[in-house]
């Protein structure tokens, strides 16, 4: 399952400390779908709360948040302390922690995969929204955001996803398409996606063609924001002194694509190969590896960020304003 680095301009656990959660992420999946295939195989309820222990490594890092959260706390007026301390600890432990719950017993390994999977993903958006101390309000779109959820969830541990991410350059925002991140390559993508069934026309002109039955209309040719995106990651990558070959995407899962003039450096993948494409990537066995991560810190480093602390909510932060 590829990891939600970054969505949009969103908090992210990643930005604080990328290797420590990417692998503590692996972890706490590992450990919970064992525990729930358990379950499953020995007939037990999958939805009552569990007072398994936790391992070692999970303790560890409640631990670590808990000084890091104490740590904090002592600078704040102790008048604040009093009113949100119950809050606070409480939404730490519900953001950080995850048990999966099953509401119905499946009644094949296959489907109780698919339904952890699918709780596995609404905690993965969490992970991607909030911090210990701050959150930012997710669009309910990306919930049912098909092809987010299909990168997720078929590509492997290795990879790191930035979706849509807004980062600064010359201190101005610029929004970014589909930035993938695998051990040995960074996919630069920018998704079609639509109508279904629509057979895109491609040309160097600055408008293609999308026909959709007997309708003809005009879309901004997809490789100018392809080519942007390129040039943005390569310029944080060149000032980082990382090396990792830049690949530009262009890909409609639904659609077809007809683009006989495709510069040799995009590839363009559509409903014919978009299958083959993505399976092929899922089988991809290499491990992270130390320029992969220093990649995606070069990314994070230019990330913008749009969140509200936990301390107050929206309508205090409004009154404030």
């Given amino acids: 399952m590829a990891q939600l ?13 990328l290797t420590r959660y990417q692998t503590q992420f692996i972890r706490l999946k590992r450990y919970q ?47 604040i302390e009093e009113e949100v301390t119950a809050d606070e600890e409480e939404g730490a432990e519900t953001d950080f922690a995850f048990e999966a719950a099953i509401s119905e017993r499946p009644n094949s390994m ?9 709780q596995l993903f609404q905690f993965q958006l969490k992970w991607a929204s909030s911090t210990l101390y701050d959150r930012s309000r997710v669009d309910p779109k990306y919930f049912s955001d098909t092809l987010l959820k299909q990168l997720t969830l078929r590509l492997p541990d290795s ?7 807004i980062v600064k350059v010359n201190k101005a925002p610029v929004e970014l398409d589909i930035i993938l991140l695998s051990p040995t390559a960074c996919y630069c993508i920018t998704a079609l996606e639509d109508e279904r069934m629509a057979a895109y026309i491609g040309s160097s002109d600055r408008f293609w063609l999308k026909k959709v039955g007997e309708q003809e209309i005009k879309v901004l040719n ?27 995407l262009i890909v409609s ?3 077809y694509i007809d683009y006989p003039g495709t510069p040799y450096e995009t590839t363009t993948i559509d409903r014919k190969t978009y299958e083959k494409w993505i399976a092929q990537l899922s089988g991809n066995p290499s491990p992270m590896k130390h320029t992969q991560f220093k990649a995606a810190q070069a990314i994070l480093d230019h990330a913008q960020t749009t969140a509200m602390s936990r301390l ?6 409004s009154e404030e304003q």
């Fill in 110 to 118: 296959e489907k109780l995969k698919k339904s952890y999977q699918d």
């Fill in 222 to 248: 997809p490789t100018i924001a392809l080519n942007r995106m390129e040039k943005v990651v390569s310029s944080f990558f060149t000032a980082a002194n990382v090396e990792l070959p830049i690949k530009k």
């Fill in 159 to 165: 990879f790191l996803l930035f979706y849509y991410p």
């Fill in 33 to 79: 779908w064992k525990r729930v295939r358990n379950q499953w195989e020995h007939g037990d309820d999958l939805f009552e709360n569990q007072t398994e222990e936790e391992p070692e490594d999970a303790r560890e890092d409640n631990r670590w948040y808990s000084l890091l959260f104490k740590k904090w706390r002592k600078n704040r007026d102790e008048e």
């Fill in 312 to 317: 107050f909510d929206a309508d205090e932060i």
């Fill in 253 to 255: 899962r639904n659609g």
């Fill in 5 to 17: 680095v970054k969505l949009v301009d969103y908090v992210s656990r990643y930005e604080n400390d």
